[in-house]
């Protein structure tokens, strides 16, 4: 069940995940086309590209990118629920609670 579950959500962040991807891009390039009147940066190591423009156009990217992966999840989750009336399957666990329980051991065995 567990399988099938993890499978499904896959499934659905694909069919949810493409359109959001798309929006997302068109999304990005308008906000920069109201910031600059040129084309955005897309190769860095072209003669013409000042810096700034490239660390602009990578930082709006970036947060481009958060927000679609964002929108992806919670709506893949809001689905999952509305079409299963169940809690979606965890996802995999981060290294974030790894590393702070293995900084907790080092500080405990440090502070005896």
């Known amino acids: 069940m567990a399988a099938a579950a993890k499978i499904t959500m896959k499934a659905m962040?694909?069919?949810?995940?493409?359109p959001v991807g798309i929006a997302t891009k068109k999304a990005v390039e308008q906000v920069w086309a109201l910031a600059r009147p040129e084309h955005p940066p897309r190769k860095a190591s072209e003669n013409d590209v000042r810096w700034s423009d490239a660390v602009a156009w990578a930082a709006l990217s970036a947060v481009g990118i958060v927000v679609a992966d964002l929108a992806t999840r919670r709506g893949t989750e809001a689905a999952y629920r509305a079409i299963t009336g169940n809690e979606p399957p965890a996802g995999k666990p981060g290294k974030a609670p790894k590393k702070l329980a293995k900084a907790s051991e080092k500080s405990k065995a440090t502070a005896d």
Not at 13 to 18: D, E, K, Y
Request: glycine share 16%; net charge neutral; aromatic share 0%.
């Open 13 to 18: 962040s694909l069919v949810i995940g493409i």
